[in-house]
């Protein structure tokens, strides 16, 4: 599928959303409704412009009966297209996990599969047709793929006003390949209008997750934890972008300004989730051993698996930001070029914008003269002289080719265990009599113990590293205690680093 598409100037790439001079941005501020003294009306204007987000998509709904012939309107008639529209910005969001986005062909196939299941007797065209119809939508093909702008009336100025937004951007890579990506606008859309930052509804998200695990709804926990999952990916976009456009317009791009303030925010979601995510993790792993019934082991099953994919998302969200300041210097380095002086106008912020709002009749009687216009002039090159006398007097030897050797081959001996298998035994044995005691312990006192009790220190060091393990719940074998990081150190002959302390499952400190 052929489109046209416009470059974004350096203002407005990576920002994710395009708002005019007299709207204020969509996110950074809660929802008021207040009482204006001068006009006496409801300042309502915040409300209307999320309204407005979603009217790109009841026109989709309204009109898609209106285009093609007869057996293509009875073919779209009982597909819901409200529900495509979000397929694609999720299938979008799900891709800037991987890249910076889904390609065209990707959407469209994605979205003509689900047509087909919707209505399993539609034809593959007819398919397809539907497919190109939602993304068409979402993309504003119908006004060249510019920004949609609806007007509605601002209570504060007693005006009309023009609100201007994309709920989807087409723009290429590193590597030059162009993909879709939901903007800002796309994000509230799919996540039901939440009209907050993304770290408040995170945390309010988890808050919620947290209730209906107690409750025990565990269908509607899983749906606020896949929406929760959604939202964490937009931290890794919101940096991705700015390093985009650091990259595309290396002087627009301040680090203190713009990188800073981006990367302290994603470094405290990351540090609060971890803590929050082994803790949910842990309560539905003990749901799911108390559970009997088929059904809610399922969704348990699935709520664990979500959760685990969050904490996938936020370890590649750490790696974005440990390799941010470098690709941030790489990208600065263009800025330090030795550029000859030119009055000429900047080729992608002034001339192809300019060029691809023109329509397609202007260009095509001037396609020849446009594009070899954007190609430099090149002069073919000569050899004077001293290059051929050069060429002529170089001595060429022959290439010696270097004999192969594959040296000796050795058998592999792979390494002995640290610890032989009845050792760990014998560790597992005593940690299990320990904890049956139902005392709390700390990892020091078990140690002082084991040493009173005469076992080696290789049993010790042993019993060190399964205490260690026993601290990620998944790897744990004590499922009858809770582990606790302490704010003190230790050091033994054996050991030494944080202390743990190891609670009874159901004491006040351990649901604390």
């Not at 409704?33 to 204007?45: A, C, R, Y």
């Not at 060029?355 to 396609?367: D, I, K, M, R, V």
Request: charged letters at 25%; a negative charge.
């Amino acid at each position: 599928m052929q489109r046209e598409t416009s470059l974004p100037s350096t203002a407005d790439v990576g920002s994710g959303a395009v708002a005019s001079a007299d709207v204020q941005p969509l996110i950074a501020e809660p929802i008021e409704v207040t009482q204006l003294p001068s006009s006496g009306l409801l300042n309502l204007s915040r409300q209307q412009r999320n309204l407005l987000l979603l009217r790109p998509v009841f026109q989709l709904e309204r009109d898609k009966m209106l285009g093609g012939d007869e057996a293509y309107r009875n073919a779209v008639q009982s597909i819901d297209t409200h529900y495509l529209a979000l397929s694609a910005l999720d299938l979008m969001m799900e891709a800037t996990t991987v890249a910076s986005g889904s390609t065209s062909s990707e959407i469209l196939t994605h979205l003509a599969e689900i047509a087909l299941r919707i209505k399993p007797e539609l034809t593959a065209p007819h398919a397809r047709r539907i497919s190109e119809a939602v993304l068409d939508a979402l993309d504003n093909k119908a006004n060249n793929h510019r920004e949609f702008s609806f007007d509605y009336f601002d209570a504060p100025s007693m005006t009309t006003r023009a609100f201007r937004f994309r709920l989807v951007r087409f723009e290429p890579d590193l590597d030059d390949v162009y993909r879709y990506r939901p903007t800002e606008e796309g994000y509230l859309v799919y996540l039901g209008m939440l009209d907050l930052s993304p770290e408040d509804a995170q945390e309010l998200m988890e808050k919620m997750l947290e209730l209906l695990v107690q409750r025990g709804s565990f269908k509607a926990a899983l749906d606020i934890a896949q929406r929760a999952r959604k939202l964490s990916l937009e931290y890794r976009q919101l940096i991705r972008d700015r390093l985009y456009q650091a990259y595309r317009a290396p002087g627009s791009v301040n680090w203190s300004r713009d990188m800073t303030g981006r990367l302290d925010l994603a470094r405290d979601h990351v540090r609060k989730r971890q803590a929050e995510d082994a803790r949910m993790e842990d309560a539905v792993q003990g749901s799911l051993f108390e559970a009997s019934d088929l059904q809610t082991r399922e969704s348990l099953v699935a709520l664990r698996d979500t959760l685990r994919g969050a904490g996938l998302i936020r370890m590649q969200l750490v790696t974005d930001i440990n390799v941010a300041p470098e690709l941030f210097i790489e990208a600065q380095r263009a800025v330090f070029r030795a550029r000859r002086p030119t009055g000429l106008p900047d080729l992608e912020s002034q001339l192809l914008p300019q060029l691809l709002n023109l329509s397609s009749t202007t260009l095509a009687n001037q396609a020849n003269n446009l594009i070899s216009a954007l190609y430099p002039p090149s002069m073919p090159r000569i050899y004077d002289l001293n290059s051929v006398f050069a060429l002529l007097l170089e001595q060429r030897f022959d290439d010696v080719v270097a004999e192969e050797d594959d040296g000796e081959l050795e058998r592999f001996v792979p390494l002995p265990d640290q610890f032989p298998q009845a050792l760990i035994q014998q560790a597992n044995d005593w940690l299990a009599t320990m904890f049956a005691r139902g005392a709390s312990w700390r990892l020091d006192q078990l140690l002082e113990a084991a040493e009173d009790a005469g076992m080696s220190k290789t049993l010790r060091r042993c019993l060190v590293l399964i205490l260690y393990r026993t601290f990620a719940p998944s790897e744990s074998e004590y499922k009858t205690v809770s582990v606790r990081l302490m704010g003190e150190s230790f050091q033994l002959d054996v050991a030494q680093g944080c202390n743990l302390e190891f609670l009874p499952k159901g004491e006040p400190d351990d649901i604390a």
